[in-house]
């Protein structure tokens, strides 16, 4: 973090702990400070307006859960039993590649919580659909990069590639999670939307129908003005077809776009959609932090 935010470490205070490579206070690795981010165990603090924001909401478990306060076993929730504490710091500290990568995603990130938690949906959103593009061809190279099976790997994506002009790095990366991620836990489950969380009453059966909608094949379940249960990779599509059909705004064409005039409240139009939108990022972050640990002998998973 160069100017507006910067990180506020709560529970690895102790010497003993900061020399370990737990807090940080000390770390400067972007995927560590992510991994922090996302299992809300630290704070953000908004140097411009000066302002804290404490996280304690895990999106590396899928559904993503909800603490009362920060915790240290926040941190390996997401591992098997038999990693500790010092298992996840000696994996960050040897973690060196692409740092470029996920230094990147790392501020989008921070903007879209931090406007998440500011109440501000719309612009959460926004930031959202950037990580979104951000990680759709990266982490297909990436896993092709660090495969032990290179050659067979690489051809079993190859073929996924885009192929035309329009098609680009978002059909890449859906193949890609259709192809190499399908027998994953995470891949069979639904992303639910919670449409009683709208605060209007009367705007519930308006945004249910618009989400119901846009979702179009990714509809797994629904109950009627109540939730709608989008499958994982339905939920991709999902946020793609939301951000085409409000940002885009062009008259006259074959697309039914979404009008200020018909949502009437955007922010409240986005608020269902923001914290499944970060877990649903999450889980695909994480997928490849996993395969990375995976491949380094230091941490036992």
């Not at 297909?140 to 079993?156: D, T």
Request: proline share 2%; with cysteine; charged share 25%.
């Amino acid at each position: 973090m160069i100017s507006r935010y910067s990180y506020v470490e709560s529970i690895f205070l102790k010497d003993e702990e900061i020399s370990a490579g737990l807090s940080l206070n000390k770390i400067t690795s972007p995927a560590f400070r992510i991994f922090r981010l996302l299992t809300g165990t630290c704070g953000v603090y908004d140097v411009f307006f000066e302002k804290k924001f404490n996280l304690s909401t895990n999106y590396l478990n899928f559904p993503y859960t909800k603490k009362a306060k920060q915790s240290k076993k926040a941190l390996l929730e997401v591992f098997s039993e038999d990693v500790s504490l010092g298992d996840v710091s000696v994996f960050f500290k040897s973690l060196k590649s692409n740092d470029d990568f996920y230094s990147a995603i790392e501020f989008e990130l921070i903007n879209c919580i931090v406007a998440n938690k500011s109440g501000r949906y719309l612009e959460s959103f926004l930031f959202l659909y950037r990580v979104l593009e951000g990680v759709s061809y990266s982490i297909p190279l990436i896993y092709v990069s660090k495969s032990k099976s290179f050659n067979k790997s690489f051809r079993s994506l190859q073929k996924y590639m885009p192929t035309k002009s329009n098609e680009g790095e978002l059909l890449f990366f859906k193949n890609f999670i259709q192809s190499q991620w399908s027998d994953k836990f995470f891949y069979k489950l639904t992303l639910d939307i919670d449409i009683g969380s709208i605060e209007v009453e009367e705007m519930r059966s308006t945004y249910f129908k618009l989400y119901k909608e846009k979702a179009k094949s990714g509809i797994e379940g629904e109950t009627e003005d109540e939730e709608l249960q989008i499958s994982f990779i339905g939920f991709m599509d999902f946020m793609i077809e939301l951000r085409n059909r409000y940002f885009h705004f062009l008259q006259g064409g074959w697309h039914n776009n979404i009008s200020t005039s018909q949502i009437i409240f955007p922010d409240l139009f986005f608020k269902p959609i923001i914290d499944l939108g970060i877990n649903w990022i999450s889980i695909a972050l994480f997928e490849i932090m996993r395969f990375d640990i995976e491949n380094h002998a230091s941490v036992r998973s």
